[in-house]
């Protein structure tokens, strides 16, 4: 089955969204969930992960992503708090995405609490779409460096994420919107997450304990957990093209790239200066890398 020919199986019954990577199944095994701090550096940098096991493993796993503003990011020097005691290597601070390394003094005393707000709104619409909405809110903070408290930012990225706007405007300030968020922060203490980014994987069919991962780690040690956890060696979903991932994706980072490809930084920059050449892609620098956005469709 290839990438562009699956699709989202509804994660509930108001969830109709539909992704690309995710094959349909009848029910998926494993559930991540992921807690991140929405101003957190190492939260923003999990998320190629997180899209390449989407992409790779998409028929097994479900994510659903809890916001916790209240945490802190992991630091790192400190040790990995877990279920298990395999003694798993953290990356280093040179492996992390791309951000403008001023951006906290653009906004340094954004409030979290709108946009955490905003996410839950969006999710109401559909846990893909609320995926889709936190990554623009990602964008707009890490890479344009825009205040995402502001409520016409988060209106302008539900746009971006195709959401509808009305009822958009109408969950923002909702008394269910503000539950959602509770309820994220009532589940971190419940799962003793004390620092973003937290992964908590656990297989739905099994009473074996999940296995709970703090910080930034290689692709290959989320594999090993998902293969852990599920008790079975995963199939990996084909890759799809560079132009068809910049084509769905829209905005990515050089890291990004690399990561879900599997190329050095080297061959990223010389494959995107192709399609550069080709008027497929705008690059946009930043203080150390850069990232791109696709506007080939743009220019047809």
């Known amino acids: 089955?290839?990438?562009?020919?699956?699709?989202?199986?509804?994660?509930?019954?108001?969830?109709?969204?539909?992704?690309?990577?995710?094959?349909?199944?009848?029910?998926?095994?494993?559930?991540?969930?992921?807690?991140?701090?929405?101003?957190?550096?190492?939260?923003?940098?999990?998320?190629?992960?997180?899209?390449?096991?989407?992409?790779?493993?998409?028929?097994?796993?479900?994510?659903?992503?809890?916001?916790?503003?209240?945490?802190?990011?992991?630091?790192?020097?400190?040790?990995?708090?877990?279920?298990?005691?395999?003694?798993?290597?953290?990356?280093?601070?040179?492996?992390?995405?791309?951000?403008?390394?001023?951006?906290?003094?653009?906004?340094?005393?954004?409030?979290?609490?709108?946009?955490s707000f905003a996410i839950k709104a969006a999710e109401l619409q559909g846990k893909n779409a609320g995926r889709i909405f936190l990554r623009k809110i990602q964008e707009r903070f890490f890479f344009q460096k825009e205040n995402i408290a502001d409520e016409e930012v988060l209106i302008t990225c539900a746009i971006d994420a195709q959401l509808d706007i009305d009822e958009f405007k109408s969950d923002l300030y909702s008394t269910h919107a503000k539950k959602a968020y509770q309820c994220d922060?009532?589940?971190?203490?419940?799962?003793?997450?004390?620092?973003?980014?937290?992964?908590?994987?656990?297989?739905?069919?099994?009473?074996?304990?999940?296995?709970?991962l703090n910080g930034l780690y290689s692709y290959d040690i989320y594999v090993h957990i998902l293969t852990k956890v599920l008790q079975a060696n995963p199939i990996p979903t084909k890759k799809p093209s560079l132009e068809e991932f910049l084509s769905y994706y829209k905005v990515v980072a050089n890291k990004e790239i690399a990561t879900v490809f599997d190329w050095s930084l080297t061959q990223t920059a010389t494959e995107m200066k192709k399609l550069q050449l080709k008027q497929k892609v705008r690059k946009h620098s930043l203080t150390h890398?850069?990232?791109w956005e696709y506007i080939a469709d743009k220019n047809s």
């Open 1 to 115: 089955m290839r990438w562009n020919q699956i699709e989202l199986l509804r994660s509930n019954q108001s969830d109709t969204s539909t992704n690309i990577y995710t094959p349909h199944v009848v029910q998926k095994p494993i559930e991540m969930y992921v807690f991140i701090n929405l101003l957190c550096p190492t939260s923003w940098s999990l998320e190629p992960y997180i899209r390449k096991l989407l992409m790779e493993y998409g028929n097994y796993i479900t994510i659903r992503s809890i916001i916790n503003s209240h945490l802190h990011h992991v630091p790192t020097e400190n040790l990995s708090r877990r279920l298990t005691n395999e003694p798993w290597p953290r990356l280093p601070e040179e492996s992390k995405i791309i951000c403008d390394n001023d951006f906290g003094n653009t906004f340094p005393k954004v409030s979290p609490w709108l946009p």
């Open 185 to 212: 922060l009532e589940l971190s203490k419940e799962m003793g997450v004390e620092n973003t980014p937290t992964i908590v994987f656990f297989n739905k069919y099994t009473d074996e304990n999940g296995i709970r």
């Open 289 to 291: 890398g850069a990232y």
